[in-house]
């Protein structure tokens, strides 16, 4: 497993000037990006315009969080595109698999993301369809809430199945991330951290992400 990843979530930057702001974060693993319809959460944010744009302005792999009703329909086009990783919600479809054979055949990772409220032992069967499962430790639809921490419980119950080898997947966490809550995170078996306020908040960003990324790794049992 490669050192920790790190994915700095552009709903905490200043949209007006994305590509500064992507830029401002080089070294990351991921950039994070967030898709809000107004109809599976309560805010509206970017879309593929907006996703393929960025594409142009970055080399940083596209982490793109779809919030959406109906990702069926447009899941595929944000991986036609070019995305890295395309993660739609357990919550908004009957067929993530089929969802997800669309991700993949269109050329990207593919991603299940469930809410703090969700359970996770009813996608468990279906987590080998899937590249990435991120797991929210906030609300989604708004960045800047506090850390949820009895959703480590679902992340440690896929990395049990990862390192039994059972699953082969990225554990991706979302929400409240900092250099206080990474830790808790890490030993629970996260992989990959979505940062948005605590990069984008800091004076320096980049140096924000490593430092972010080396708490993470003193603080892991399986990323070293």
Not at 35 to 45: I, K, R, S, W, Y
Not at 115 to 132: A, N, S, V
Request: net charge negative; glycine share 8%; aromatic share 6%.
């Amino acid at each position: 497993m490669p050192a920790p990843l790190i994915a700095p979530s552009l709903l905490a930057a200043d949209f007006a000037r994305l590509a500064d702001e992507a830029a401002a974060v080089a070294g990351s693993d991921w950039l994070h990006v967030d898709v809000m319809d107004a109809h599976f959460v309560p805010n509206l944010t970017l879309g593929l315009p907006v996703v393929e744009s960025l594409l142009k302005a970055s080399d940083i792999p596209l982490d793109c969080h779809l919030m959406i009703d109906n990702p069926g329909r447009w899941a595929p086009g944000y991986a036609e595109a070019g995305a890295y990783n395309v993660t739609i919600h357990a919550e908004a479809t009957d067929d993530p698999v089929a969802v997800a054979r669309d991700i993949r055949a269109a050329g990207a990772k593919a991603g299940l993301s469930v809410k703090p409220g969700t359970p996770i032992e009813p996608y468990l069967e279906i987590l080998r369809d899937f590249d990435t499962l991120l797991v929210m430790s906030v609300e989604p639809g708004f960045g800047g809430q506090s850390f949820i921490p009895d959703v480590l419980d679902k992340a440690r119950a896929v990395r049990r199945l990862v390192d039994a080898g059972e699953l082969t997947l990225v554990v991706e966490i979302d929400g409240g991330i900092n250099a206080d809550t990474i830790e808790a995170a890490a030993e629970a078996g996260v992989d990959c951290f979505v940062a948005g306020s605590a990069v984008y908040g800091a004076a320096d960003p980049a140096e924000a992400v490593h430092k972010l990324r080396e708490r993470a790794r003193e603080a892991s049992p399986h990323l070293h």
